[in-house]
């Protein structure tokens, strides 16, 4: 979610302002919502009707604020294509004084956005300049849960992960969509509605509201800003995360996560499937073969591949001149730091990937099987790979997670890495009994 407070006068040099596209109208007690006649936002009219003022009065309620008799202009796009388009700008909403611009059927963005309209009309002045860092902060702190999770668990998460920015940083920027700009994959907007949500906690609203509008911490709330991030510190230091939370907050924010999945009760590698230890054949050669591609070395019992890092070229190195038909192959592959995958060959035309992307069975062909939550997350994994009866199945980690039917072409045992490096360990091969 997106949002930007921009100045009345975006309109004046269009040939179209919005009044002269969204043609319809209808009224509530503080609202003038506008809509495209026949339009998919007029289809939801009469429930935005009643949502926006609730809506309001939440808003009203939470900042304390019920003196509040301004009308609001509500328009209603189809989508945030529609919204961009005609309010020129590249926002998913859009508010300024007075007026807010919405795609019809985001709840959570239509609330955002009437907060930054009611806030405008807070009556405390004061004299530090406020950064939008402030503004979008209040909106998220009066929703608490955005996109379902809550403003102090995201915070809490930038500040384990270490890209929580100090208070004093966020009140020398006066850009606060250039410094979003700057940290990718840090979530602003929550950092500040967990901000503003923890003074509400711990001063109240009407000296939140002060400072808000430009008091300083000193004059608002008594302490000075360091002793106010200590108490907010504090604060989400007591936070819990879920481990499924905590796996949805790296997904977010762009790095490797690896969710649970059901397993059902076939689904699990037991000993019984995996059949005697004596059946397997350790690939412990003295020699093995590279594709050319990185490079590969052993490490006493361990094979330790490179792959090129500026490509996406696979470094490969088979392990045995034996060729398999039906059989079981396992390794453990140990992805180094930022390593993008590894896969466990039985030839061309059956491999078992696991990759940033998630996890795949693929052929000559291309992949033919895919997981997205099972993917490499720079962790230790069991990979096992099974082909009987011209069908391939990959369990990772003792969980049954890829199958499809594959060519049963008798092949080498290979191993491979994509962009890093991976060492792997316990390499075997089992043929089973006929």
């Keep these: 979610m997106q949002t930007l407070l921009f100045a009345a006068a975006l309109f004046a040099s269009d040939p179209f302002h919005p009044d002269d596209i969204l043609t319809g109208v209808v009224k509530t007690d503080h609202f003038v919502i506008r809509f495209r006649e026949g339009s998919r936002a007029e289809a939801s009219v009469d429930r935005v009707m009643v949502a926006a003022e609730a809506d309001l009065a939440r808003i009203l309620a939470r900042l304390e604020f019920p003196q509040f008799s301004e009308t609001i202009t509500l328009y209603l796009y189809d989508d945030v294509v529609e919204l961009r388009k005609i309010t020129q700008t590249q926002s998913d909403g859009v508010s300024v004084t007075r007026t807010s611009h919405v795609p019809h059927d985001n709840d959570q963005t239509r609330l955002h956005e009437l907060v930054h309209v009611v806030a405008e009309f807070l009556p405390e002045k004061g004299d530090e300049p406020r950064s939008l860092f402030f503004a979008e902060g209040i909106a998220n702190a009066v929703l608490e849960h955005v996109h379902g999770i809550h403003v102090h668990s995201v915070a809490a998460f930038e500040m384990r992960r270490g890209m929580l920015p100090s208070l004093d940083e966020l009140h020398r920027d006066p850009d606060f969509y250039g410094w979003l700009a700057r940290h990718p994959g840090v979530n602003g907007y929550d950092i500040g509605g967990s901000y503003v949500l923890h003074l509400f906690e711990t001063y109240g609203v009407k000296k939140t509201r002060r400072y808000y509008k430009g008091a300083s911490a000193k004059e608002a709330f008594g302490k000075s800003l360091a002793d106010v991030e200590k108490g907010w510190h504090a604060r989400l230091a007591k936070v819990q995360l879920r481990p499924g939370l905590e796996q949805l907050l790296r997904e977010r924010s762009g790095q490797p996560a690896q969710f649970t999945k059901y397993v059902e ?82 030839g061309p035309k059956c491999q078992a990937l696991l990759i940033g992307g998630g996890s795949f069975i693929y052929t000559d062909i291309g992949g ?24 391939a199945t990959v369990w990772f980690d003792g969980v049954k997670v890829l199958e499809a039917n594959v060519p049963g072409d008798a092949a080498p045992v290979s191993i491979g890495v994509v962009q890093g490096s991976a060492k792997f360990t316990d390499v075997a091969v089992r043929v089973p009994k006929s």
């Design 265 to 346: 009760p076939d689904g699990l590698l037991t000993p019984q499937l995996l059949g005697p230890p004596a059946e397997w054949t350790a690939l412990k050669p003295k020699q093995a073969t590279g594709n050319g591609v990185g490079s590969f070395a052993r490490d006493g019992d361990a094979w330790v591949l490179e792959g090129p890092r500026d490509s996406g070229d696979w470094a490969e190195c088979v392990l045995s001149d034996a060729t398999y038909g039906d059989a079981w192959v396992k390794c453990r592959a140990e992805p180094v730091g930022d390593c993008f995958g590894v896969k466990l060959i039985l």
């Design 368 to 391: 033919i099987a895919h997981d997205a939550d099972v993917k490499c997350a720079g962790k230790p994994v069991d990979i096992v790979l099974r082909r009987v009866g011209g069908k």
